[in-house]
Nanobody, 119 residues
């Protein structure tokens, strides 16, 4: 069984920073693309950033310059550094990864971590 576990969410004031982490664990052969998505109240889930296993990145246009995604292939972790946070960044943030186990290749979602930006 393979799972993704996020950490690092919480309450932060506008203008503050937060770093989210995600660990892929279990019977993993290889992790391919990893990324972060978010879903604000009443809105659809949207991409935040994606990083492939060669370090190539793709960001939501609106978040470029404030959010930075990174990964550690040896540890099967992905992180996103979020700076200059705004109230509109309030959302549940979900980790995503494409994973190969010994028996199959599939996409995985974490359970999400809540980020609240408020004074």
């Amino acid at each position: 069984q393979v799972e993704l576990v996020e950490s690092g969410g919480g309450l932060v004031q506008p203008g503050g920073s937060l770093r989210l982490s995600c660990l892929a664990s279990g019977n993993i052969v290889r992790v391919y693309d990893m990324g972060w998505y978010r879903q604000a109240p009443g809105k659809q889930r949207e991409m935040v950033a994606i990083i492939n296993n060669n370090g190539g990145t793709n960001y939501a246009d609106s978040l470029k310059g404030r959010f930075t995604i990174s990964r550690d292939n040896a540890k099967n972790t992905v992180e996103v550094q979020m700076n200059s946070l705004e109230a509109d960044d309030t959302a549940v943030y979900y980790c995503y990864a494409n994973v190969r186990s010994p028996s199959r290749y599939y996409g995985l979602w974490g359970k999400g971590t809540l980020v609240t930006v408020s004074s």
